[in-house]
């Protein structure tokens, strides 16, 4: 099975500017969730989706939002960028059921200037 | 806030010694603990999931859980260099929705 792919890559942004970040997971996973990964904060949640629902959110500002299509494709926004939001930004996803293994794709690096 | 909490490190250890990390969460309702294992550079790999209390082997890496005393443990046997990196205690909330990291501690292996 493929994993779970992330793009792009790489991205610089200058502040104020919005970005859009894209996550194909595992096939036949359902669940995506995100997470921004910086040296002082470590690995942070940043919200989780089930088959197109946001289930849980985690504690960020308004200005990071996300969705997930039908084929469980998910995007996050990230509006009015700020020096704070150069980060690794990571997708998992996870099958949905019992067991909440979830797996990473390579992450999406984020540099704002 | 539910937290979860690891030793910072740097844990340094020979080769062919076992490794012990650890790691302590404060939600008391949690279910289901990970270790992950990050590269410089990389994404985080899953290598262990337990959801029993008890000890669950696989190959050279057992993780051990102690629901009473909220603790999880990863022990790693005849360490290797390549075993050198990042780990990351992770554990579920109750609804299965989120994980919340531990800020991990690096390990380091010297041949």
């Known amino acids: 099975k493929a994993g779970v792919t992330q793009t792009p890559r790489y991205l610089i942004k200058t502040r104020g500017q919005q970005v859009t970040l894209s996550c194909s997971p595992i096939s036949g996973h359902r669940s995506v969730s995100w997470y921004q990964q910086t040296p002082g904060q470590g690995l942070q949640f940043l919200f989780e989706?089930?088959?197109?629902?946001?289930?849980n959110k985690g504690n960020f500002p308004g200005r990071f939002s996300g969705r997930q299509f039908s084929n469980s494709r998910s995007e996050m926004n990230v509006s009015t960028l700020e020096l704070g939001d150069s980060a690794l930004y990571l997708c998992?996803?996870?099958?949905?059921?019992?067991?909440?293994?979830?797996?990473f794709g390579p992450g999406t690096r984020l540099t704002v200037t | 806030q539910k937290e979860v909490e690891q030793n910072s490190g740097p844990l340094s250890v020979p080769e062919g010694a076992i490794a012990s990390l650890n790691c302590t969460y404060s939600d008391r309702g949690s279910q289901s603990f990970f270790w992950y294992r990050q590269y410089s550079g990389k994404s985080p790999e899953l290598i262990m999931s337990i959801y029993s209390n008890g000890d669950k082997e696989d190959g050279r890496f057992t993780a051990q859980l102690n629901k009473a005393s909220q603790y999880v443990s990863l022990l790693i046997r005849d360490s290797q260099p390549s075993d050198s990196a990042t780990y990351l205690c992770a554990v579920a909330n109750q609804a299965g929705t989120a994980l919340i990291f531990g800020k991990g501690t690096t390990l380091s292996v010297s041949s």
């Open positions: 989706y089930f088959s197109e629902t946001q289930r």
């Open positions: 998992a996803s996870a099958s949905g059921g019992a067991t909440y293994e979830q797996y």
